[in-house]
């Protein structure tokens, strides 16, 4: 069992290796990819200082903590876009039959379908994320717990990712209810916890868990302490089962489209 995980781990290693290597080879277009993402997040930043200069506070949120919140939604967004990019996309992959070439590999299809691919402006999102967390307060103490936090809410995005598009193998084609579901998972992510009331904050603690991708972080990080970071690792835990349960579930209903396509 020790074995194949580490043969997996080598795999996947290998895959996000040569999937980066494939993107530097334009170093021009790589470079310019992860700038433009980082001016683009920062573009955001701007609305937040005016506001502040009108309020003090917004939902109960300080200015310094809304930096942590971008800071934080910004890097498990670049982990979950740059190591499993192609999460995203399997809902599309699923219907299309392309599938199928990951079937006849003798290794985890999931792990393999999701990390084919990297998204080279993903970088833009990480460094972001760990500037936002210079400019709120630096120390090795919230850099490890920032990581920390930042990977585990990473692993939930993809898992949301993964259990929506394992709907395509139930109901054909849901690209869009997909896409919306991602779409909001990263933006309301950006937005101060005590601005949501009633329902919609039960939402964000059940169905679309952005407790555990960016409030509950900020409580860690803010305000630390230990049953914060066991919320995180159970809620990560249950997302993460649950969305190969569904995919390993669904893959039992898929039909081959007898697409053949060599993965270089």
């Known amino acids: 069992m ?14 996000i290796q040569y999937a980066l290597q494939r993107e530097m080879l334009n170093k021009f277009t790589f470079v310019s990819n992860i700038l433009f993402m980082i001016m683009n997040n920062a573009c955001f930043i701007v609305q937040w200082l ?13 200015f310094k903590q809304v930096i942590l919140l971008w800071g934080m ?3 498990t967004y670049g982990i979950s876009r740059f190591f499993f990019r192609d999460s995203f996309e399997l809902s599309e992959t699923i ?8 079937l006849v590999q003798p290794k985890n299809v999931l792990i393999q379908c999701i990390t084919s691919s990297v998204e080279v402006s993903a970088i833009g999102d990480l460094i972001y994320g760990i500037i936002m967390l210079c400019l709120f307060e630096f120390s090795i103490k919230n850099l490890l717990l920032f990581l920390l936090c930042g990977v585990l809410g990473a692993f939930t995005i993809v898992s949301i990712a993964v259990i929506v598009a394992s709907l395509s193998f139930w109901f054909g084609r849901t690209e869009v209810v997909a896409n919306t579901v991602n779409g909001l998972m990263i ?13 919609i904050k ?7 868990p952005l407790g555990i991708t960016a409030y509950v972080p900020i409580q ?7 049953i914060h970071i066991l919320y995180l690792g159970i809620g ?14 669904g893959l039992k209903r898929y039909s081959s489209s007898n697409l053949m396509n060599a993965r270089i």
Do not use: C
């Open 95 to 102: 219907n299309s039959g392309k599938l199928d070439n990951y």
């Open 202 to 208: 039960i939402l964000f603690y059940t169905i679309l």
């Open 187 to 199: 933006n309301f992510a950006t937005y101060p916890e005590g601005i949501f009331k009633g329902f």
């Open 220 to 226: 860690v990080i803010s305000h630390f302490e230990w």
């Open 236 to 249: 990560t835990i249950l997302f993460v089962t649950a969305a190969f349960l569904f995919f390993y579930r």
């Open 73 to 75: 939604a910004s890097f």
């Open 2 to 15: 020790l074995m194949e995980a580490r043969n997996q781990i080598r795999v996947t290693r290998q895959s």
């Open 50 to 62: 005016i506001l502040y200069s009108l309020k003090d506070d917004v939902g109960g949120y300080t």
